[in-house]
């Protein structure tokens, strides 16, 4: 960084989560300007790197995304600002700027994807990028790879952050542009009509905001996910202190009743575990999880978050799971366990959550599902619960 250029540094440290329909006033904050030789400040830096494969290799025209604008004179929203295409498919629903259709489906596919540690696993701006830096704000933790900054803001940009101690990304700011990269308005509602527009039947919810956000209700059947949702942070914690239902016999259970536990934002249900001892047919499980599921999912015209999953492990027969996927209008994903390059497990779910049909998630392989059923029963290698998996 040149000597003497300044450094903007907030003084309060109040969230903006969002700032959709006005841009921020700055009265009552203090902007101060120090050298990049002070680097005291208590509240924009960073603390936290994290080193992860691209998805996407980066483009060579990307280098020229300033250039374009500031001296070609080009829109933004003419360029892809992940790559620097100018082949435009539509436009970023984040930052204005265009996006080409590879990184729109990039975008789609990654978004919402997040690590075993709970934080996103790719750049909120491309979706890419291999060194990561997050935001420290305890509300976000969005993260943003060194080259959007560098290329987006401008140049050294991701020096200057590292050297710091807490960092505030784009998205929490008070102000909206930083270089190239300007923030826009009510960007949940855009962020929604982008997924909507783009994705194929699943419906899209709009985000919400931290203080939005509700312990979730859970009704789980056949299996007890307890576990699960604790371990994902749902349950019996101070940030999801959430209440779970779990019937394991529904036999009696009326739509009169599903309507006085609920309303539910996430039904789950499973057949029992290979290998091991069930009171019902296999099918049985799948048509009483159907019958309870239209009992408590929201009507269509609700704009209520609401996910679902079923999981077959490897108990239906093939011509049950056909039977399941024109029941729930989407075909089957199947997820596996290897170890030593042998499959040890798999299971077969249908769901409305987004990213159990992305590309990223564990591929379908093409397995004898029946044969590896039987493998697990000859070697007595009892599969783990189908949430476990």
């Given at each position: 960084?040149?000597?003497g250029?300044p450094?903007?540094v907030l003084?309060?440290?109040d969230s903006a989560?969002?700032l959709e329909e006005v841009?921020?006033?700055?009265?009552?904050i203090?902007i101060?300007l120090?050298?990049t030789?002070s680097t005291?400040?208590?509240?924009i830096?960073?603390d936290?790197?994290?080193?992860?494969?691209?998805?996407t290799?980066?483009?060579?025209?990307?280098?020229?995304?300033?250039?374009?604008?500031n001296?070609?004179q080009r829109?933004?929203?003419?360029?892809?600002i992940?790559c620097?295409s100018?082949?435009i498919h539509?436009q970023?629903?984040?930052f204005?700027?265009g996006i080409?259709?590879p990184?729109t489906?990039?975008?789609?596919?990654?978004?919402?994807?997040?690590d075993?540690d709970?934080f996103?696993?790719f750049c909120?701006?491309?979706?890419?990028?291999k060194?990561l830096?997050m935001?420290?704000?305890?509300?976000?933790?969005?993260c943003?790879?060194l080259?959007?900054?560098?290329v987006?803001?401008?140049p050294?940009?991701a020096?200057k952050?590292k050297?710091?101690?807490?960092w505030?990304?784009?998205?929490?700011?008070?102000?909206?542009?930083?270089?190239?990269?300007k923030?826009?308005?009510?960007w949940?509602?855009k962020?929604k009509?982008?997924?909507d527009q783009?994705?194929?039947h699943?419906?899209?919810y709009?985000?919400?905001?931290p203080?939005e956000?509700?312990?979730?209700n859970?009704?789980?059947?056949?299996?007890?996910i307890?576990?699960e949702?604790?371990?994902?942070?749902?349950l019996g914690s101070?940030?999801?202190d959430g209440?779970?239902?779990?019937l394991?016999d529904?036999?009696?259970?009326?739509r009169?009743?599903?309507?006085?536990?609920g309303?539910f934002?996430f039904?789950?249900?499973?057949?029992p575990?290979v290998?091991n001892?069930?009171e019902?047919?296999p099918?049985?499980y799948?048509?009483q999880?159907?019958?309870?599921l239209q009992y408590?999912?929201?009507p269509?015209?609700?704009?209520?978050?609401f996910f679902?999953m079923f999981v077959?492990?490897?108990?239906l027969e093939?011509e049950?799971?056909e039977?399941?996927s024109?029941?729930?209008?989407?075909e089957?994903?199947t997820i596996h366990?290897e170890?030593?390059?042998t499959?040890q497990?798999?299971?077969?779910?249908?769901?409305?959550i987004?990213?159990?049909?992305s590309k990223?998630?564990?591929?379908?392989?093409?397995?004898?599902?029946?044969l590896?059923a039987k493998?697990i029963?000859?070697?007595?290698?009892f599969?783990?619960?189908p949430a476990?998996?």
């Open positions: 960084m040149a000597q250029e450094v903007l003084s309060d440290t989560e969002d841009e921020p006033s700055f009265s009552g203090t101060e120090q050298d030789e005291s400040s208590d509240v830096s960073v936290s790197l994290e080193e992860i494969m691209p998805a290799p980066s483009s060579p025209n990307r280098d020229l995304i300033a250039h374009e604008v001296e070609n829109s933004i929203e003419e360029i892809c992940c620097g100018f082949q539509t970023h629903p984040l204005h700027g080409c259709a990184c489906e990039n975008f789609l596919e990654t978004f919402f994807l997040y075993e709970g996103p696993s909120t701006i491309c979706c890419s990028g060194t830096l935001c420290d704000d305890p509300a976000c933790n969005r943003y790879c080259e959007c900054l560098d987006l803001v401008s050294g940009t020096e952050a050297a710091m101690n807490t505030l990304c784009f998205m929490c700011l008070p102000w909206s542009s930083n270089g190239l990269l923030r826009k308005k009510r949940r509602a962020l009509c982008f997924y783009e994705s194929n699943l419906e899209i709009q985000p919400l905001s203080w956000r509700k312990p979730i859970v009704l789980t059947l056949f299996d007890n307890t576990t949702m604790k371990n994902l942070g749902f101070s940030l999801g209440r779970l239902i779990y394991d529904v036999t009696n259970v009326l009169i009743d599903v309507k006085g536990w309303p934002d039904i789950f249900g499973s057949t575990p290998g001892s069930y019902h047919p099918a049985w799948f048509y999880y159907h019958r309870i408590g999912k929201p269509e015209s609700s704009q209520r978050p679902w077959d492990n490897l108990v093939k049950d799971r039977t399941a024109r029941f729930f209008k989407m089957a994903v366990r170890h030593a390059e499959v497990n798999a299971v077969i779910l249908w769901s409305n987004p990213s159990v049909k990223y998630s564990p591929s379908d392989l093409d397995l004898d599902l029946d590896l493998d029963l000859k070697t007595r290698l599969s783990q619960r476990t998996l």
